[in-house]
Each structure stands twice: as structure tokens, then as C-alpha cells.
């Protein structure tokens, strides 16, 4: 299966990989693997696919997307063993795709900005991309403690954390389009 979905992966057919997901529902979970994939395109895509299907997962099932949400959140917790290296970005995703139905994350993700000094550099630039995609459809400029973090980020030693603390930054500042509430 994950062969498969590498190669849907490569051509971008989210649309065949979320029919597939319909009759085999742990696709999600084969997703979150390919977040591993060396490949950094076929990462990229894999969370990029998270959308579409749990989209449709959701539909049918939300407890079982709310399960996957909180597993992608564990994986970021130091206590689960694994290291979610792009779970963030997953997760933002899979709230983007429904954010009516999954706002009870937003404050999470949100809050995992704040994780201790010695975590933070290697995950912020995937929470604040996770943010990011979710405040493309969601109107997140009355979240101060949003607005507080992004402030401490512009600061960072890093120049990627920087940069992209401001595109959020700016991004939640313009509040952009919010699309539709889907059906909760």
C-alpha cells in the first residue's frame, strides 16, 4: 500500500488517494509514515494528501480523524517515544481541511509555539507552517496569545523561525478569506 500511495504521491492524485482512503481508512496512518520518506517531495505531499483525506474520513467518521489528531499530537509529546518530525504540519492540514469540526485543536497547535527552548528549534518552523495553513480558512487575529508568540518568534536566532513568524504574523493580520464552515 505505501508503494501505491508513493506513487500517487508523485503524480499528486489526492483525489485517487481519497477514494482509496474511503474503502481503507489507515491510508491516514500510511500518510503519516510518508512524512518520514526521504524523499522530501514525497514528505511534502503526504502531509499535502492529509487534507483531502481526512476530509472525507471525517465525513464519515470524525471520531476517527479526532483519534488520528491526537495520536499527531502525542507524537510531539516527549513521553510517546517517537519523534513527529512534521506532525504539526500534518495536523494543520487535517484541521484546514474541516475547521469547524476540529477548532478544539486550534488551540493546541497554537499552543505547541511555546514548547520548551531545547525542542522548540527543531519543531517550530512545521507548527508555525501547521498555523499557517490553518489561518488560511480560519480567522484567527482575535487569538492574543497567538499574536504574544508570534511577537517572541520575530526574535528567534533562527532565521527561518523568523521569517516565517512574520508571514504568520502578516497573515493573521490581513485575516484572509475564510472559506465556508463545513458542517460540524
Avoid at 471525517?58 to 517515544?81: I, K, M, Q, T
Avoid at 509555539?113 to 517550530?124: H, I, N, T, V, Y
Amino acid at each position: 500500500m505505501k508503494q501505491q500511495l508513493r506513487v500517487l504521491l508523485a503524480s499528486r492524485d489526492y483525489p485517487a488517494i481519497s477514494t482509496a482512503a474511503q474503502q481503507n481508512r489507515r491510508i491516514l496512518s500510511y500518510l503519516t509514515a510518508l512524512t518520514y520518506d526521504p524523499d522530501p517531495t514525497i514528505a511534502d505531499r503526504a502531509i499535502a494528501a492529509m487534507g483531502p483525506v481526512a476530509g472525507v474520513l471525517a465525513d464519515a467518521d470524525p471520531e476517527f480523524v479526532r483519534g488520528h489528531l491526537r495520536r499527531l499530537f502525542w507524537l510531539l509529546n516527549d513521553e510517546s517515544g517517537g519523534i513527529g518530525w512534521r506532525a504539526a504540519e500534518a495536523i494543520g492540514e487535517i484541521i484546514r481541511a474541516r475547521p469547524a469540526r476540529f477548532a478544539e485543536f486550534i488551540p493546541n497547535l497554537i499552543w505547541l509555539l511555546d514548547m520548551e527552548p531545547e525542542d522548540a528549534g527543531r519543531f517550530q518552523p512545521g507548527i508555525l507552517r501547521g498555523i499557517m495553513r490553518v489561518a488560511e480558512v480560519t480567522d484567527l487575529a482575535d487569538r492574543g496569545d497567538l499574536h504574544d508568540l508570534l511577537e517572541k518568534l520575530r526574535g528567534s536566532e533562527d532565521p527561518e523561525v523568523r521569517a516565517l513568524a512574520e508571514r504568520c504574523r502578516r497573515q493573521i493580520s490581513a485575516g484572509g478569506p475564510p472559506r465556508q464552515p463545513d458542517s460540524a
